[in-house]
């Protein structure tokens, strides 16, 4: 009987640990602060069906503003490269986030560099581009295979998930109120082990992905 009450625990906490490994969406620990209020955000669909965390104003009608003030992205906190993502890479993906999403936002409103009462603001911060070893399988909670999983850590050889976490939003110029925000969590291709450096190929197409639900962002599915 003990031992079938040791292997529920263990199966209970194996699900828990594999779910959230498995999250598709920021987790609260997980915001940065670049936003100034996080508990009005929902999860919802852009427009391609990734998942994300959204809020936008009951109030907000596009055909009330006539152009957009676009701030370059930002990394929020300032990141410290390492071995796996050196400065080059973090140059190379934020470069390649600003110009996928000002042409894309470009696309929705003229840009424009001084903002006048019917503009909207975008600004908006890369908060995270991490790796993690890929979360352990159920199969592997078992002791024996737990020797195995442990060595494939040790030796590196365990494939790495790397993820691109993003904040943005809208402010109607004239109130200086956020209309819009948007918090995301995409996952960017696997790394073959904790050795293998990031690039910013390894993130383009969740970048490219960003850009085309931008375009394709609808305000009525709030």
């Not at 920021?26 to 965390?53: I, T």
């Not at 600003?98 to 560099?113: C, D, S, T």
């Not at 050889?157 to 943005?168: G, K, N």
């Not at 450096?197 to 305000?219: G, H, Q, R």
């Amino acid at each position: 009987m003990r031992s079938k009450t040791y292997f529920k625990v263990a199966a209970f906490a194996a699900t828990l640990a594999i779910s959230g490994c498995a999250s598709k969406l920021a987790q609260p620990e997980q915001y940065s602060g670049f936003l100034k209020k996080y508990s009005d955000l929902h999860e919802a669909q852009s427009a391609s069906g990734k998942p994300e965390l959204r809020w936008i104003d009951p109030h907000y009608n596009p055909a009330n503003y006539d152009n957009v003030v676009y701030n370059p992205i930002v990394y929020y906190p300032v990141p410290k490269p390492d071995t796996q993502v050196g400065q080059q890479a973090l140059d190379q993906i934020r470069n390649y986030t600003n110009q996928q999403l000002k042409q894309a936002i470009g696309e929705r409103k003229p840009l424009v560099a001084t903002a006048g009462p019917r503009s909207l603001i975008f600004r908006g911060a890369i908060t995270g581009v991490n790796t993690s070893k890929e979360g352990m399988q159920f199969y592997e909670i078992l002791p024996i295979a737990m020797v195995a999983a442990a060595t494939e850590v040790a030796t590196g050889h365990r494939t790495m998930e790397t993820s691109l976490f993003f904040e943005a939003e809208l402010i109607d110029a004239k109130t200086n109120k956020p209309v819009v925000k948007v918090v995301r969590k995409s996952q960017g291709q696997d790394l073959a082990n904790e050795n293998t450096p990031l690039t910013a190929e390894t993130l383009k197409k969740v970048i490219d992905e960003m850009a085309v639900d931008a375009v394709k962002f609808d305000p009525t599915q709030k």
